[in-house]
């Protein structure tokens, strides 16, 4: 009996279709694909989506401090400790002095940290620094650049010390012998500590200034020994060589002209008997000078060059540096005379009963 072969059936095409479509065999990764790192990095941002946000700033304020402390740690190392410190612009002022200011102040801190600042203006103390720019030279020095005050002038205090001063009334400093004379000093400092007499006495330096300036383009000023400016209202002037008693009284206005005044006549009064005894010369009143002498008399300069200064003298006084103008006498006229002699010959007339 012959077996017979029963044909396998074969599918439609749907079921075909249900093959292709079916779940294939999982293809082993690739060596060349995505790094472990990669996913690393996805997985924290992910977690990072899930953190509340207190927990961020927390994070932010830990990392901030740890900037900070590492920043102070730094700033105070011995590496940035001052060792160098360069000091230009320097005459009279003390470059030492200057020097060790700026290592004490900023031993505490470092170059790093340094307040330039605070350390500008505490050099602008010293005496002969009008300014002073600091800069940093990392990592361990310091520049200093000095512009020095001007002496402009020469004070005699009331101790009778000699002092320089600049244009601002700053004191710099006593004089020293070695320091060239000024044409002449001035008197009338005030010594107080307080802003008016700071500003008085910028007042007078910039007098003083102006009266230097005058008297040496008039070619007068060796004439003078020193200018008294306690009041810049009532300029007076003490001669210098041999006429050093003497007192030359300017006012307040046109101290050029007035000074030149004064010289003349008291150049035409030296040639008098009385020339050795003039004690001051008077030009507050504007062109006419009073001349004083030490006997306490006082001759006019109209009745000097009149010819007749003994007619105008006035009574004999003793002399006063704050004395007032004196009284003019007029000269007499011949009105006058005839009205005197009329009653000269009236009161010599025989009386008739």
């Not at 000074?259 to 010369?281: C, F, H, M, N, W």
């Amino acid at each position: 009996m012959r077996e017979q072969a029963i044909p396998q059936k074969v599918g439609g095409r749907a079921g075909l279709a249900n093959k292709r479509t079916g779940p294939q065999a999982q293809r082993p990764a690739r060596r060349g694909g995505r790094t472990s790192a990669a996913t690393f990095g996805d997985r924290v941002r992910a977690l990072a989506r899930y953190l509340p946000s207190v927990t961020k700033v927390v994070l932010a304020i830990t990392l901030g401090a740890l900037i900070f402390a590492g920043y102070r740690a730094a700033a105070s190392a011995t590496f940035f400790q001052v060792r160098h410190v360069e000091v230009k612009g320097t005459s009279r002022a003390s470059a030492d002095q200057i020097q060790q200011l700026v290592r004490h102040d900023l031993a505490p801190l470092g170059v790093w940290r340094a307040d330039l600042t605070a350390v500008s203006a505490q050099l602008e103390r010293l005496p002969w620094v009008r300014t002073a720019v600091v800069t940093r030279l990392l990592p361990d020095g310091i520049r200093v650049r000095v512009t020095e005050r001007v002496p402009r002038a020469v004070v005699r205090t009331a101790a009778g010390r000699l002092i320089w001063v600049d244009d601002d009334a700053v004191v710099l400093g006593e004089m020293s012998p070695a320091d060239q004379l000024p044409t002449f000093f001035m008197r009338g400092w005030s010594e107080e500590n307080s802003e008016t007499a700071r500003l008085d006495n910028r007042e007078r330096v910039k007098k003083y200034l102006d009266l230097a300036h005058d008297w040496d383009a008039a070619g007068i000023s060796e004439r003078v020994s020193e200018v008294n400016l306690i009041d810049v209202r009532d300029i007076r002037a003490q001669l210098a060589g041999d006429d050093s008693e003497i007192e030359v009284r300017l006012g307040s206005k046109d101290p050029g002209p007035r000074l030149q005044k004064a010289l003349s006549v008291l150049d035409s009064q030296r040639e008098t008997p009385r020339g050795g005894l003039i004690s001051y010369v008077d030009l507050t009143q504007g062109k006419r000078a009073v001349v004083g002498f030490t006997s306490g008399k006082q001759v006019s300069s109209e009745s000097t060059q009149a010819g007749a200064a003994g007619d105008n003298e006035s009574p004999t006084r003793e002399p006063d540096t704050h004395a007032p103008k004196p009284a003019r006498i007029d000269k007499p006229t011949k009105d006058n005379r005839a009205a005197k002699d009329k009653t000269a010959k009236n009161q010599n007339r025989p009386r008739t009963d």
